[in-house]
């Protein structure tokens, strides 16, 4: 029986996020006044006390959801996870409790990420829409068919669940694929409230920005296994954890295929630790019979 602590990205923030763990602990508040110097604004305002259209912009929402996850981490006593992973932006956190990066500079990477996802955000909006009750093959197939019918880009950017599967490109060609996949027997195929294509290659632009900085940064072998988005297994080497750490924001999340893979190599309990129960959720659609909890 092994442990697996997994970590959550953007989409589980909530106005007030992270307010009780400053006020309970004089080692949390340290660690938030040192992201507010390491950030140049106060982002434990915004968290604590902002509204929910603030808390959703991107250059705010990946570092709240970081540093909540992560104060909340070191908060456990006697946290020795036989196993990490992170969805999407969760993977920092994730870095972080397994060894791999410093609080620090994992930190100013999700600023940089942050502001360069933001920044294309902006200056190319495109788009991501959420597949419910359709396989994944079929998914993948009429993604590639809208692609050659459209010359633009729409591929499978987040594997959630069996039944959820979350796509991304340009707004076009997630709109084309969204009519197909109800025509070919999706329940649902609904526009998410982002305007970015995540995980795509539309992000190249953003994963250059971040490959600069993530080129520049320490890193360690970790201290336990990393199940890391792009790969999808277990990695234990630093180098290794790097390159998919940059190739993350043009790839595709695999959290279906990490978590089968973590429960295949003896994962029989996962703890989410940060703010929302969605991997919770999502862990228990893909093998039910595990124990999952929260840690916020």
């Given at each position: ?21 400053y ?19 106060r ?36 946290s ?9 932006l ?12 410093s609080?620090?500079d ?40 809208v ?12 594997y959630n ?9 340009t ?20 526009l ?105």
């Amino acid at each position: 029986m092994k442990h697996a602590f997994v970590f959550p990205g953007q989409g589980s923030q909530f106005p007030g996020m992270g307010k009780t763990l400053y006020e309970n602990s004089a080692f949390a508040k340290k660690l938030f006044e040192q992201a507010n110097d390491i950030l140049g604004f106060r982002i434990s305002d915004v968290m604590f006390t902002g509204s929910e259209d603030e808390l959703k912009k991107t250059r705010v929402t990946q570092p709240a959801i970081f540093l909540h996850s992560v104060i909340a981490f070191k908060g456990i006593e006697n946290s020795k996870p036989d196993m990490v992973a992170g969805h999407s932006l969760g993977e920092f956190s994730a870095l972080v409790a397994g060894g791999v990066l410093s609080f620090e500079d994992a930190l100013k990477l999700v600023a940089v990420r942050a502001g360069a996802m933001q920044h294309l955000c902006e200056t190319n909006p495109s788009a991501m829409a959420v597949i419910l009750g359709l396989e994944d093959e079929k998914v993948e197939a009429i993604c590639v068919e809208v692609q050659q019918e459209t010359g633009e880009v729409v591929v499978p950017a987040n594997y959630n669940c069996p039944g959820q599967l979350v796509i991304s490109g340009t707004t076009k060609a997630v709109d084309v694929a969204c009519v197909q996949l109800k025509a070919a027997g999706a329940k649902r195929a609904m526009l998410l409230p982002v305007h970015g294509a995540f995980h795509s290659p539309l992000m190249a632009s953003a994963r250059e920005e971040l490959k600069d900085a993530i080129e520049k940064t320490t890193f360690y072998n970790p201290v336990c296994s990393v199940y890391q988005n792009v790969a999808a297994r277990a990695v234990v080497a630093k180098d290794e954890i790097k390159r998919n750490l940059i190739d993350q924001l043009t790839g595709a999340v695999r959290w279906t295929q990490s978590v089968q893979a973590m429960i295949t190599d003896g994962a029989s309990q996962f703890t989410e630790i940060g703010p929302g129960k969605v991997l919770q959720g999502l862990i228990l659609k893909i093998q039910k019979d595990v124990q999952v909890n929260g840690v916020n």
